[in-house]
């Protein structure tokens, strides 16, 4: 009887825990990624009555008499299948999707989890908002752009940082340059400086303004005052100049006839004084390479304001396709380049020039404003680079007013040779523009958000978008070995393996779903189920008992 009375008391005691495990998985059935476990019986250790017997020549072989002594837990495992994804709208949720935990780290060791409720806290570390635990990085990315400190695998969201300017340093142009189109009259090149002179704090000067009252000069003239001027003509033959030598009675007129009388071919190039500015037109229409500069000397303390360069007011030439660039300067300043392509007197070729900038500028040479000798084959019309004998490096090198010291070189991508992925000269209109640039103005943290592969990707105010961090993922050999510690968070056990630390759809690991959370995967139906075995275990395992306990009271009643 012995045996049923203590058979009885294991089947209560192992259905309570099936009962205890059934209420836990119900109790967290909203739980964040929490994973359901369930539990498994096995057979107490049998006491054997009888031994079994070998057979003989006279009679048969016995089996063995056991009688069992109940039931106990066998095992209590988590079940480690992905709970469904749903999508919450804040982009710090992240959910696991396969294989993997998130790392995170309370200070002195790494905790492993599945629920993804993360949020930056007052020192722009990404957290669990509950714990306070960071979590963590792997890898490099960030740290170039100084979101991420070196050695430190602490996830930095930089709300609190600026993203520094970057000076543009490469334009990629593509599109087409027309091989047949004309238009309606050839032009004319016209040169205009890029200032205009005034006087009496801002009426236009004319020509018979002298030097010395212009708004743009200052001080006092020296001994000897010289205004030189330095250029090319039409054919690209360098204009030669002895200098015009200044006086006080020198007038706007001077500079203009000294032009015309002693620098430029009057069959060639005329001066003139427009507005203010300082004009050169060639004489006849059609491609040109004309260009000037005009520069002030004084021994004295005379300052005259000279254009930092001339604008190209119209190209020379019978196709010319008009391209403006916005390039940034190394704080950030926002300038805009108009360009311009022409088609030289040469078959398949094309320069591209500098036409005007807006913005401040402080100088740009001759050489660094155009790009001579751009071809293209014949037969298929695609980019075959510069030419070997006139073709110069396809950049543009400007000075910037806050780069004096440092002109910025921009080179311009113009395709791959022999292929049609940049520039491409068919028949038809000529369509090229500039597709896109490298640079930047200083910009602040706005939004961030989470690929599938668990980079941190922000997008600042100035619309560029940086990788901000990776997140790093756990992965363990056995996941069911994992020990809970409460919170959703798991430790390694001797029997779950070493944590081995990668990125999302890396070595196995799963994908990151940003804006997500994983919920519970703890199925109510089947709790109910297990509810009722329980019960319905523990009810029988009671009535043993109770016919146990009556057996025993009638034999009680037989020794009275």
Known sequence: ????????????????????????????????????????????????????????AAVGGTNPQQMGSGVGVSGIAPNMAQGNIVN??????????????????????SLYTRAGVFAVDASSNLVDPATGYTVQRIGSVGENDGFQTPGNSDVNVPYDVAMAASATSAVKVAGNLS???????????????????TTNNGTTATGSTELDQLDQFSGTFGTTTTITAS????????????????????????????????VLTSTEQVASLVNGKIRITDVDSGYSLSDIKLAFADDGSASLTMPTYFEVTTVGGDEVKTINITVYDSQGGKHVLSGAFVRTDTANTWDMILTSITGDINDITFDNRRIRGVEFDAGDGSYSGLNATIGDLS????????????????????????????????AGNSTAVAREQDGYEAGRLSTVSVNNEGILI???????????????????????????????YFTPSANSGEAVATQAMTGGAGSIHGGALEKSNADVAIEFVNMIQAQNGFQANARTIRVANEILRELTNLIR
Do not use: W
């Open 179 to 197: 091989a047949d189109a004309i238009l309606p009259t050839t032009q004319t090149n016209m040169l205009t400086s890029n200032i205009a002179y």
């Open 458 to 488: 922000g997008a600042f105010s100035n619309g560029i978008k940086k990788n901000i961090a990776t997140i790093q993922i756990a992965l363990f050999q056995n996941t069911t070995g994992l020990e809970s510690v409460g919170g959703g």
């Open 395 to 426: 950049q543009f090198v400007v000075t910037f007013e806050h780069d004096t010291l440092s002109p910025q070189t921009i080179a311009i991508s113009m395709g791959t040779t022999g292929q049609l992925d940049g520039l491409t000269q068919f």
């Open 231 to 262: 250029g090319y003509d039409p054919s690209g033959n360098a204009l030669s100049d002895t200098g015009l030598t200044v006086t006080g009675t020198t007038t706007l007129q001077d500079v203009i006839d000294h032009l015309n009388n002693n």
């Open 88 to 109: 919450t709208g804040n982009p710090l949720d992240l959910a696991m999707e396969g294989e993997g935990y998130f790392v995170l780290s309370d200070g002195s060791q």
């Open 1 to 56: 009887m012995s045996f049923a009375l203590s058979s009885g008391v294991t089947g209560l005691q192992a259905h309570q825990k099936m009962l205890d495990i059934a209420g836990n998985n119900l109790a967290n059935v909203n739980t964040t990624a929490f994973k359901a476990s369930r539990i498994t019986f096995s057979e107490l250790l049998s006491e054997t009555i009888k031994k079994a017997s070998q057979a003989t």
